[in-house]
């Protein structure tokens, strides 16, 4: 009798994804990896041949998300950890993003992660459990100048993941946000698009460049542990920052943000509502 966990994670070919995939192999766990290009999980899926499953999928199409996560049933016969991981960047300052890329971008960030939510819900709760890890970003907690429609991104899917979660808990069925600190996944090289820098910014680019340095953060297979362990807890956390630096950060914004608040309370109770 095959035992542990059935995993379907997105976006598993590299970064995050490839990490978590490796972690849940090890464990003796079999996992569903998708991505658009399963070939770079080729090594994986010849030294795991009955516990990898490759899975080619743009999760930005919603039909093709709804065939995948019934395949992905299917190939187990259950489902039991569902990372939300799939996502890239856009770079670029507010006003020099086309429409075009911004569309792009939500539809693979936000969209496409409603869409694997969507499609594993009714199968998790037909086996009345499950858990569904929505990675999104520590950078959540405030927007940051050429980022900002990636803080966007995952800001919308934090906010419609606690919803998320008072809907499906009754079923058995356990939603965590996982707001990623930064790790060395590739995301501002092979996973970003930029925007047509304008003059204007330039400034403002190099003092943002000065700040964030060279540091590509550590390599995302130290997270994996900590993803493996939130997966085992019995009564998970609805949210969960993951990285020590990162949860300083959060902690900081958070404090600002409520001086920010008490600085103007005055104005703010001049109105009744």
């Known amino acids: 009798m095959t035992t542990g966990k059935v995993w379907f994670i997105t976006g598993a070919s590299r970064g995050l994804g490839r990490a978590f995939t490796e972690a849940a192999l090890a464990a003796g766990d079999r996992v569903v990896a998708a991505a658009r290009d399963v070939e770079p999980l080729a090594d994986l899926a010849a030294k795991h041949p009955d516990g990898l499953v490759r899975l080619p999928l743009d999760v930005s199409d919603r039909q093709a998300v709804r065939v995948g996560v019934d395949q992905a049933a299917a190939a187990f016969g259950r489902l039991d950890v569902v990372v939300n991981?799939?996502?890239?960047?856009l770079y670029g300052m507010v006003e020099e993003a086309t429409e075009e890329q911004i569309r792009a971008h939500l539809d693979v960030n936000f969209f496409g992660a409603v869409w694997v939510a969507q499609a594993v819900v009714p199968h998790l709760r037909a086996q009345g459990s499950g858990r569904i890890l929505q990675i999104t970003s520590m950078g959540t907690a405030g927007g940051m100048a050429s980022v900002?429609?990636?803080?966007?991104g995952k800001a919308?899917?934090?906010?419609?993941s606690e919803a998320l979660a008072m809907e499906v808990e009754p079923f058995g069925i356990k939603v965590t946000i996982v707001q990623m600190g930064g790790y060395d996944t590739g995301l501002f090289t092979t996973g970003?698009?930029?925007t047509t820098p304008q003059p204007a910014y330039e400034a403002l680019r190099a003092k943002l460049a000065?700040?964030?340095?060279e540091d590509a953060g550590p390599d995302p297979s130290t997270a994996a542990p900590v993803i493996m362990k939130l997966a085992a807890?019995?009564?998970p956390p609805r949210r969960l920052i993951l990285g020590s630096r990162s949860y300083d950060l959060v902690q900081e914004m958070d404090h600002a943000r409520t001086e920010l608040y008490r600085a103007w309370e005055h104005l703010s109770r001049m109105a009744p509502g």
């Open 148 to 152: 900002g429609f990636y803080g966007a």
């Open 85 to 89: 991981n799939a996502g890239g960047l």
């Open 233 to 235: 807890l019995p009564d």
């Open 210 to 213: 000065e700040m964030w340095g």
């Open 156 to 160: 919308a899917l934090d906010s419609l």
């Open 192 to 194: 970003t698009t930029a």
